[in-house]
């Protein structure tokens, strides 16, 4: 669903998360179509449709004078990952990610090559998405040593702190073995950080997040990175809390998930414990987000299975 706003076809959502910022947030809205149009005017381009699918930002498909397809991406005013985002992409330069060609750090706008469809809407198996963003990770994970972003210790931490909070606030809404689970599994990933093996990983390369290149239909690369500094493990672990309505229709959920951790791991060369720990924590605190923002049926289905894994 999408709204209107002077003009401008701005997502639901991202206008929702504007408008959830007060003052700055309706100020950011208003004065959208007056920067679209300067930043446009000044990079060249000659703007289309805005792109579905984002929460933190508006994008819109756009052209350059020499006819290249890219997109304008501008950040909301509260998005916190912006500088992380620029800081990746600008060290990928154009590896597993799409080319960073533009950039207006003040007015948090970016330009970007233009890819084509998520491999989720591809009909690929899961199996198969598993293969194809392994395979991209793997191109991907790099570390630059002039970057400041956040350790795997710290997001460790702050998953320990959400997850703790969270559940409280929310009145408890899962047992408490999930909560004790994950927060034992976090503080394990946290010890286990070392500075000398961590790779500059995306953060959450689910596969809405996985593209097609459109230049070599074989290969895929990564948009919308965290961008921190951790061990590869990670962002393999993400993987493991995606797919919730397949190990929900499963006879043994626990089993199947067992068998996506092993093959994740095969296919990244990443240790299986690491990913399954990272993909617990994160099935949890992702589970108590849905929850938070009033995505009850999601947030419900990720702490079932958590449920059923907590044994594990």
């Known amino acids: 669903m999408e709204s209107r706003h002077n003009g401008l ?31 446009a005017s000044e990079w060249d ?25 890219v997109v304008l991406k501008v950040a909301l005013p509260a998005n916190t990952g912006f500088e992380r985002e620029v800081a990746t992409l600008a060290a990928a ?16 706008a970016i330009v970007l090559d233009r890819l084509g469809p998520a491999l989720r809407t591809l009909g690929f198996s899961i199996a ?8 991209t990770l793997r191109e991907a994970w790099r570390m630059p040593a002039d970057l400041r972003l956040s350790s795997g210790a710290e997001k460790a931490a702050s998953l320990q702190e959400f997850i703790a909070a969270t559940w409280v606030e929310l009145g408890r809404p899962c047992p ?67 797919w919730s309505e397949a190990l929900l229709a499963a006879a043994d959920p626990v089993r199947l998930g067992r068998e996506w951790c092993v093959r994740l791991s095969q296919l990244s060369t990443v240790d299986a414990q690491a990913i399954w720990e990272w993909g617990y924590t994160e099935r949890v605190s992702t589970g108590l987000f849905c929850l938070q923002f009033g995505a009850v049926d999601m947030g419900t289905d990720m702490l079932r299975i958590a449920d059923a894994w907590a044994g594990v």
């Open 128 to 135: 198969q998405q598993q293969t194809i963003i392994c395979r």
């Open 9 to 39: 076809t701005v997502p639901l959502l991202v206008r929702q998360k504007a408008l959830a910022q007060g003052a700055a947030g309706q100020q950011w809205l208003r004065d959208l179509p007056m920067l679209l149009d300067d930043l």
């Open 176 to 242: 408490r073995r999930i909560v004790d689970r994950a927060l034992r599994h976090a503080e394990a990933r946290r010890c286990a950080y070392d500075p000398d093996s961590a790779v500059l990983a995306h953060g959450d390369p689910h596969s809405s997040n996985v593209l097609r290149d459109p230049s070599v239909h074989t290969r895929f690369r990564l948009i919308d990175p965290d961008g921190l500094y951790c061990e590869p493990a990670y962002d393999v672990g993400v993987l493991m809390r995606d």
């Open 93 to 108: 330069n154009g590896v597993s990610y799409p080319r960073l060609l533009a950039r207006d750090e003040d007015r948090r």
């Open 45 to 69: 381009l000659t703007l289309g449709d805005v792109l579905a699918g984002g929460s933190e930002s508006c994008v819109l498909a756009a052209t350059t004078g020499a006819g290249d397809a």
